[in-house]
């Protein structure tokens, strides 16, 4: 499963934070290695991801798209039929149940397109647990129906306003916070990266999805030639590949987001482009795409998941190394992927996830029949409406938008009557 070295994944990692960050973070590490020695909080973790998120979820063999593509048998991990429609509730279930071990009663995050902050605010509603859910001005803005989903779990969305008011702000209001209140609070961080022990435990959250891929795989004798995942900060793709990084095969293949072309600014692509470097930001050293002043470059992709400036330590350093192979897809191509899926499959990928699909529709027909690739459904598509809909069907969808302000205004009077 390869973990790090004290924090380190090659030379990628560490823990680059302010002192007063230190002890909870050292605190963290401790008790998260305690609760994975512990079969009592183990089986509590088992319990829940079945019962509340839905675990194990299905290996659906793509029988059509394989007939058209020709080549190598593909396979789909419906990781978007976990509950809440994401692999993020996975981790954060995971830190949750440790945050309440701990005696912590207080969860905090961040969020960027709000994906991570319904997880989280999700699983503290199950847990019984407050969530104080920081994220950009700017993206509370244009991610209205993941606040309004947040509030209906019962968190608090706090509207960050210094910086950029985007993510990375939100992620530096988090880190001020648990800094003052660490004793009360555990922030719940998103992704495989920031300061140690996050990666560790990210990775180890997200696993179970690559454990069942193993055993699936097996169950049905595939040769299994390839594993596909899209690649944000990395907590899908680490998960996935997790029990098979140690294993010489098969291939790991992160797709990132290749934008609208290659030049400066059209993409988020960290580890397949040619306009990242070594730098160290929000607490772990990585690659990042970065200017000459060490500041983060924008980035752009059609996916809100995948538009991250860095990447997950682990994921650098297995790219690196060789063993994870890094490509990306183009916007176009991702919507290609969805379409075809949800026309050959009857299965809708999120935004994200059609980044690895799309590397699948590419991959196939070059390999023999009886290889088979793997690829992870990191979400389902349903939160994409306001993304798929103005690009497929642009004016239905204007003049539904339309229609449906105008009945919102005429039946003002009916909504204000709160059920709050
Ligand atoms: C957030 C998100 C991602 C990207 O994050 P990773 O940490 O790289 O997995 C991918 N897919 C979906 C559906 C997401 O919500």
Redesign the pocket.
């Known amino acids: 499963m390869a973990h790090s070295d004290n924090g380190f994944f090659g030379q990628f990692g560490g823990k680059y934070v302010a002192e007063v960050l230190r002890r909870p973070l050292d605190e963290l590490e401790v008790e998260f290695k305690k609760a994975m020695a512990d079969a009592d909080f183990l089986k509590e973790l088992e319990t829940i991801q079945k019962d509340y998120i839905g675990r194990e979820t299905p290996l659906l063999y793509a029988k059509t798209a394989t007939e058209i593509l020709g080549g190598a048998q593909i396979y789909i991990k419906l990781e978007g039929l976990a509950n809440t429609g994401?692999?993020?509730i996975n981790n954060a279930i995971g830190q949750c149940l440790l945050a309440k071990r701990m005696g912590k009663k207080r969860i905090i995050a961040e969020t960027g397109a709000g994906?991570?902050g319904v997880a989280t605010a999700a699983a503290c509603a199950k847990l019984g647990l407050e969530c104080i859910v920081y994220m950009g001005e700017v993206d509370v803005r244009r991610q209205q129906p993941n606040v309004a989903a947040m509030e209906m779990y019962g968190a608090k969305v706090h509207p960050v306003t210094s910086g950029s008011r985007t993510l990375k702000d939100a992620v530096n209001e988090a880190m001020r916070d648990w800094a003052a209140n660490p004793d009360s609070t555990h922030y719940v961080l998103g992704?495989?990266l920031g300061p140690a022990p996050f990666p560790d435990m990210v990775r180890q959250f997200q696993s179970v999805i690559g454990n069942e891929v193993k055993r699936q795989a097996s169950e049905r004798n595939l040769d299994v030639e390839a594993l596909i995942a899209?690649?944000?900060?990395?907590?899908?793709?680490i998960g996935f590949f997790a029990p098979f990084i140690d294993e010489v095969s098969p291939r790991l293949i992160a797709v990132e987001a290749g934008g609208i072309g290659p030049g400066p600014g059209e993409n988020a692509c960290r580890m397949s482009g040619n306009a990242s470097r070594d730098g160290i930001l929000q607490g772990y050293k990585s690659r990042f795409l970065l200017d000459e002043d060490g500041q983060a470059l924008p980035t752009r992709s059609i996916s809100a998941?995948?538009d991250y400036c860095g990447i997950g330590p682990q994921l650098a350093d297995l790219g690196k190394n060789g063993r994870i192979e890094f490509t990306s897809a183009l916007d176009t191509e991702a919507l290609d992927a969805v379409k075809f899926f949800a026309k050959n499959e009857g299965v809708l990928f999120?935004m994200?996830?059609a980044h690895a699909g799309a590397q699948a529709i590419k991959l196939a027909p070059t390999l023999p029949k009886n290889k088979a690739i793997i690829v992870n459904m990191?979400?389902r598509g349903d939160k994409d409406i306001f993304i798929t809909c103005p690009v497929f069907r642009p004016a239905e969808w204007k003049q539904f938008l339309v229609s449906e302000l105008k009945r919102l205004e005429e039946n003002e009077d009916i909504h204000d009557a709160s059920l709050m």
């Open positions: 994401a692999h993020k994906q991570h992704s495989a899209c690649c944000g900060g990395g907590s899908n793709s998941g995948l999120a994200e996830s990191s979400g």
